[in-house]
C-alpha cells in the first residue's frame, strides 16, 4: 500500500497485517518517511525486487496511477494477476450523481468506499463494492472548551474554498475562529475584509492538535462536498460540540444532540452563538458528540471490516479468469 492519507494509513496499520510500503520518490515523499525512526511494528519498507521475488497476499490501491506502478514494478497487473483493493476516498467531482467511477465494471477489483453516500453516489457498474467507514483511535477525552472559540482543522483551505466551505467563514464574523492544517495561514489574507477574526493556530502533530482542539469550545465543520472528514470524528471522540453543515455524510454520523447540523447557515450561526455563550450546555453536547463517534467509528469495527475486505479481495481474484 500506499501512504496516502496519514490518518487513514495510522488507523489501517494497527491491524494484525504486515503492511508493505515502497521506499520515499526522489522528492522523499512516500515510503514510511512520515514516521520518522519511529515505523509502526508491522509496517515495513520493501524494494520492487522484493515484491517481485515475494508477491503480496493483496494489493491496497488509493490513485489510478498506482495500478500502472504496480504493473511495471511487480510485473503483475492488480485485479487480474494480484488480488486487489482500490480505497476510493473521494465524493465523485463532475456529473452527479451519474458519475461513472473510473474503475466501473472492473469485476477482479474490489472497490470500497469509505462512507455509504460515496457507494450511492457513485457509479460503480458491475466492479463488487464495499463499505468501509472511518475508524478513529480513540484520542481520549481531553475537552475542556476553556477558549471561547471556534476550531477549524482543514488542509488546504484557500485551494480547496467551497469544497471545504471556507467562504462560509465570513458568515461567522462574529466569532474568534482558530484554523489548523496545512497552509491555513494563507486563510486570513484570502478572507480579506470579510473575516478579520480568523487566527492560523498551526499545522500541529496529532496530539499536539488534539490538545488544541479541545481548549476550543466549538468545532466548527463546513465541508460541502467531501468524503466525512476524520478531524470531524476525532473532534467528537474529543468531547467536542459540533456545528456542521448537513451535506453528504453528516446526518449519519452526528446526532442533533451532538451540537447542531443545518444546511441552513443562519440556524449554524445562531447554535454556535449559544454554545458559546453556555460551556455547561457545550459540554453536555460534547459528550453527546463522543459517544456517537465512539459507537460508529471505533477502531476495532474498522480493522475487522478489513479483514474481511482483505480476504474478500482473494476471494474476487481467484473468480476472475
Request: aromatic letters at 8%; proline letters at 7%.
Amino acid at each position: 500500500m500506499w501512504d496516502v492519507h496519514g490518518g487513514y494509513t495510522d488507523s489501517l496499520v494497527a491491524g494484525t497485517h504486515e503492511y508493505l510500503f515502497l521506499p520515499p520518490d526522489s522528492s522523499g515523499r512516500g515510503g514510511l518517511a512520515r514516521y520518522g525512526d519511529s515505523p509502526p511494528s508491522n509496517a515495513c519498507q520493501v524494494t520492487a525486487a522484493e515484491l517481485r521475488d515475494r508477491p503480496p497476499d493483496v494489493v491496497l490501491l488509493q490513485r489510478m496511477e498506482e495500478i500502472d506502478v504496480c504493473s511495471k514494478l511487480l510485473r503483475l497487473r492488480p485485479g487480474r494477476e494480484l488480488p486487489a483493493i482500490f480505497l476510493e476516498h473521494n465524493t465523485p467531482k463532475t456529473e452527479v450523481p451519474s458519475t461513472r467511477h473510473p474503475l466501473a465494471d472492473e469485476p477482479g477489483m474490489l472497490l470500497v468506499h469509505v462512507t455509504h453516500f460515496n457507494e450511492l453516489f457513485w457509479d460503480c457498474g458491475a466492479t463488487p463494492t464495499r463499505v468501509i467507514e472511518h475508524g478513529v483511535a480513540d484520542p481520549g477525552l481531553r475537552y475542556t472548551g476553556r477558549l471561547p472559540r471556534l476550531a477549524f482543522v482543514v488542509n488546504e483551505p484557500v485551494r480547496r474554498w467551497r469544497v471545504t466551505g471556507t467562504d462560509l467563514l465570513t458568515r461567522f464574523a462574529d466569532c474568534d475562529v482558530d484554523a489548523f492544517g496545512i497552509d491555513a495561514d494563507k486563510l486570513p489574507e484570502a478572507l480579506g475584509s470579510g473575516h478579520q477574526r480568523v487566527f492560523f493556530a498551526g499545522n500541529l502533530s496529532p496530539n499536539q492538535l488534539y490538545d488544541a482542539m479541545a481548549e476550543r469550545r466549538v468545532y466548527l465543520h463546513l465541508n460541502r462536498w467531501t468524503s466525512l472528514g476524520l478531524s470531524l470524528i476525532q473532534a467528537m471522540m474529543l468531547g467536542m460540540p459540533v456545528v456542521v453543515l448537513d451535506t453528504t455524510e453528516v446526518s449519519r454520523a452526528v446526532p442533533a444532540a451532538a451540537g447542531a447540523l443545518s444546511t441552513d447557515i443562519t440556524e449554524l450561526l445562531t447554535a454556535t452563538r449559544a454554545l458559546l455563550n453556555d460551556p455547561d450546555e457545550a459540554l453536555h453536547r460534547g459528550l453527546i458528540a463522543r459517544r456517537a463517534a465512539l459507537d460508529l467509528y471505533g477502531l476495532p469495527r474498522f480493522l475487522h471490516d478489513w479483514d474481511l475486505a482483505f480476504k474478500e479481495a482473494a476471494e474476487v481474484a481467484v473468480r476472475v479468469p
